[in-house]
């Protein structure tokens, strides 16, 4: 079990930021792909970005590209993503996952690839 544990979600206006973030042990984290997904009422869970257990690589969904930016602090057994000039769209429950095998540098894009999650946090943008 990963024991991963969201926060730093909210309330924000349009164009507004805010920094999640994604706390695991050790062991849950080492040699670990992560990435961060988000779901909307009434619809599928979808990949915001994801990252490499090295760091070095980064992938993330189209529509949040230039605004938002993953990272992950080893020592630290975290994981962030900072959300600028946020919309209404980004609107969502966000969790972050761990991908189901460890892996150093490729990002995973799908859903499936990933086998533990947090409880999410919950991301509302009012217009």
């Known amino acids: 079990q990963a024991d991963l544990v969201e926060s730093g979600g909210g309330l924000v206006q349009a164009g507004g930021s805010l920094r999640l973030s994604c706390t695991a042990s050790?062991?849950?984290?080492?040699?670990?792909?992560m990435g961060w997904f988000r779901q909307a009422p009434g619809k599928e869970r979808e990949l915001v970005g994801a990252?490499?257990?090295?760091?070095?690589?980064?992938t993330y969904a189209d529509s949040v590209k230039g605004r938002f930016t993953i990272s992950r602090n080893r020592a630290k057994n975290t994981m962030s993503l900072q959300m600028n000039n946020l919309k209404p769209e980004d609107t969502a429950v966000y969790y972050c996952?761990?991908?189901?095998?460890?892996?150093?540098?490729?990002?995973?894009?799908?859903?499936?690839?990933?086998?533990?999650w947090g409880q999410g946090t919950e991301v509302t943008v009012s217009s």
């Open positions: 050790a062991r849950a984290f080492n040699t670990y792909p």
């Open positions: 996952a761990r991908r189901r095998l460890p892996d150093i540098d490729t990002t995973y894009d799908r859903a499936g690839d990933y086998d533990q």
């Open positions: 990252i490499s257990w090295s760091g070095g690589s980064t």
